[in-house]
């Protein structure tokens, strides 16, 4: 698309895409300079106490090995904002996997021999890395993830829920869940005198270096953070991890350029994880199926190093209009890693319980599952009041029951086979809340007729590059291929991270802005350009942080259908549709990818994914793709995306939601919920891999007492 006409919402091919596919595109780990090594980490092998000797002679002696950093002779540095940075600091081991020595050599291969060699002495201390609803010390923190209250009530749900007609109790289980982004945690750090040039594979470059100059105790101007291109993170790089760390403390200790690339099965442990959720949903109705009493609580975990916790049951707030409603969060402090943010941290596992008990409790009133959503609609938002800036929940259910066929299913579970398969559909509705943070931006006119534009955008594999293209030649009213962008440099300018869906609209916002400030720069001129162009700045401060009276969420319907193998217990999906309302789509193609992406996701969350704590090894099990399975090609057979024209005026100027999280929100849901209508048996804990299903199958044919009978 070369011509004037408007580009924003073409479906416009991502600008980067030759440059990944020819291999030309250089990742944090890619960047070689004269001189480079490469360093290994040693992770502890106990759960928990402190290090009592560290034997680095073998390692030293091995051929090309060139330092071994420990806690004795790294170097010191500030206390970080965020704890699991504080590395080889002091001997203590708050989690197996933590990292206790790196070894530095000129190859990655003589690292890892020379992190092999290393040996280390612990002195151990009791341990517990088992999380329980009933655990003795389980607390309610003031806050979880993102601020929100850990505990807000209306009404008496209590006393609601007991005199309701209908009443529904379920508990649900959702283990650890793992990132796994396609590109490892890298960095390369590269120190000129008292300046400091950093690859990083992280979503937000000016995170990085604040916490870099904060813990180096060096100015930010003398630290330059680029993430050209970075390899997807799904949260688990948004904020800085401690391979950055790493290599710019193994750079400084021998004076030469130096990479840390985490091998795969060191990430469970050291880069976040989606923390195990324990949920208990209460719901009561009235004859008529409306909610009475809403009850969502939470209990899951965090490590000792840092609090985390999952906001799983703040989607209640949202959803559904109730006069009574509480919602809570309960923690407990494990010797585990720390876990951290994963595609919709909060909204994922939260809307998966209570989508699963939305579905039981239309069973139980024998109520549609898409009309008791929508009889169930709110005016305002149930916990703030506030009004939504716009809100199509009842549209996405109702189109996508017309796209899926929805009228025509027979409500009975188990009634519909497919030869020797078993046949169910199953709906669950999606939210996601509208972020948005300030932002720095430039556009400059170029005498050759062309622009650049510059912002601080961390482009993770979704696009930003090529929608940030499309907003600024929007506003300039330029072709799509005069404007040039460049991104991810934190010398650009302050920028949040690409995550919390708000990436795209907060950059651009700010490129929106500087751009039309160029035209009104430009509109009263004559004549041709100065060499160095005419340049607009835009901080868009005050603005994009400014306190909404609004209540502004996407929204979305997922509809499934499944087949189960009554000897296998083998669930397989064989079509997945989601239909959203997320403001004005800026690019049809890199936003129906975004929303495939996390479908895809949620079926991994709902048939594949499952992460496991040994007990008595105080370890994941599953550390690698080996183990933690993510669905593959064979996994997905049909999956669509469509979404409602949405106009809102109360966002941003581009009038966008975020899309990159929504998709995962609830799908796992509706696919549960369709394996209940397939099978006509309700599973409440995750992942619906073939031996839980098949166990359930048996036990369903066969009641308790009469198996092996």
């Not at 430039?442 to 696009?463: E, K, Q």
């Amino acid at each position: 698309m070369t011509g004037t006409e408007t580009v924003l919402g073409a479906p416009v091919e991502r600008r980067e895409g030759r440059e990944k596919v020819t291999g030309t595109a250089r990742y944090a780990a890619e960047y070689d300079a004269v001189g480079r090594a490469h360093a290994w980490p040693v992770p502890a092998t106990v759960v928990r106490g402190r290090v009592t000797g560290v034997d680095t002679a073998a390692a030293l002696a091995r051929p090309g090995v060139l330092a071994v950093l420990t806690h004795e002779n790294a170097p010191r540095l500030a206390a970080p904002d965020d704890a699991t940075l504080a590395v080889l600091q002091s001997p203590h081991v708050p989690h197996r996997g933590w990292f206790v020595a790196l070894v530095v050599a000129e190859t990655l291969e003589a690292a890892r021999a020379g992190a092999r060699a290393v040996r280390v002495t612990y002195e151990t201390e009791g341990y517990d890395v088992t999380l329980a609803a009933s655990h003795p010390e389980a607390y309610v923190p003031e806050t979880a993830n993102g601020g929100f209250p850990a505990v807000t009530e209306h009404g008496d749900p209590d006393a609601a829920f007991d005199a309701s007609a209908t009443r529904l109790d379920v508990e649900y289980g959702i283990p650890p869940l793992h990132n796994h982004p396609m590109e490892p945690h890298a960095g390369t750090a590269h120190w000129d005198g008292d300046r400091l040039t950093v690859y990083s594979s992280s979503q937000g470059s000016t995170a990085v270096r604040t916490e870099l100059a904060r813990m180096f105790e060096l100015p930010e101007d003398r630290i330059t953070v680029r993430a050209e291109h970075v390899g997807g993170g799904f949260g688990s790089k948004g904020t800085p991890r401690v391979e950055v760390v790493l290599a710019v403390m193994a750079a400084r200790a021998t004076g030469r350029p130096v990479t840390v690339a985490l091998p795969r099965r060191y990430l469970p442990a050291v880069v976040g994880h989606r923390a195990p959720t324990l949920h208990r949903l209460r719901l009561g109705a009235d004859a008529d199926g409306r909610l009475t009493s809403l009850v969502h609580e939470v209990t899951t975990q965090t490590s000792r190093v840092k609090e985390f916790v999952e906001q799983a049951a703040v989607p209640a707030r949202v959803m559904y209009a109730t006069p009574a409603l509480r919602t809570l969060h309960r923690v407990v402090r494990l010797d585990v890693p720390t876990p951290s943010w994963m595609r919709a941290p909060g909204e994922c596992p939260g809307m998966y319980a209570l989508e699963s008990a939305m579905d039981e409790l239309a069973a139980e009133l024998g109520v549609d599952p898409v009309e008791l959503r929508i009889r169930n609609e709110p005016e305002t938002e149930p916990d703030s009041g506030r009004p939504f800036s716009s809100r199509n929940l009842v549209g996405c259910l109702r189109e996508g029951a017309r796209r899926f066929g929805w009228e025509g299913r027979d409500p009975r579970p188990g009634a519909r086979t497919a030869g020797p398969l078993l046949v169910g559909s199953g709906v669950a509705a999606a939210t996601y809340p509208v972020l948005v943070a300030p932002c720095a931006a430039s556009a400059r006119a170029l005498p050759d007729g062309g622009f650049l534009v510059r912002v601080n955008a961390t482009d993770i594999g979704t696009g930003a590059r090529t929608v940030l293209a499309q907003i600024a030649a929007d506003a300039l009213g330029a072709p799509l291929d005069r404007v040039r962008v460049e991104v991810a440099d934190s010398d650009i300018g302050f920028a949040p991270m690409a995550g919390g869906s708000c990436g795209t609209a907060s950059w651009g916002w700010a490129v929106h802005e500087a751009c039309v400030r160029l035209t009104e720069r430009l509109a009263g001129r004559s004549g041709p350009l100065p060499d160095e162009g005419i340049t607009a700045d835009a901080d868009t401060s005050g603005q994009a942080d400014a306190e909404s009276p609004y209540a502004r969420h996407a929204f979305g319907a997922h509809f499934a259908e499944v087949t189960v193998d009554p000897v296998s217990g083998e669930v397989r999906v064989t079509r997945m549709l989601g239909v959203f309302a997320a403001g004005r789509i800026l690019n049809a193609r890199t936003a129906r990818s975004q929303f495939i992406g996390g479908m895809t996701m949620g079926l991994g969350m709902a048939l594949t994914e499952d992460s496991t704590m040994d007990p008595a090894f105080g370890d994941f099990v599953e550390r690698d793709l080996a183990s933690y399975h993510v669905p593959a090609h064979a996994d997905v057979a049909d999956v669509e995306a469509h979404w409602l024209d949405e106009d809102d005026d109360h966002l941003n100027p581009m009038g966008s939601k975020g899309i990159g999280e929504i998709g995962i929100v609830g799908s796992a849901a509706a696919i549960g919920n369709a394996v209940h209508h397939a099978t006509g048996i309700r599973f409440r804990e995750l992942p619906l891999t073939p031996d839980r299903v098949l166990t359930g199958l048996l036990e369903h044919a066969h009641p308790a007492g009469m198996l092996g009978v």
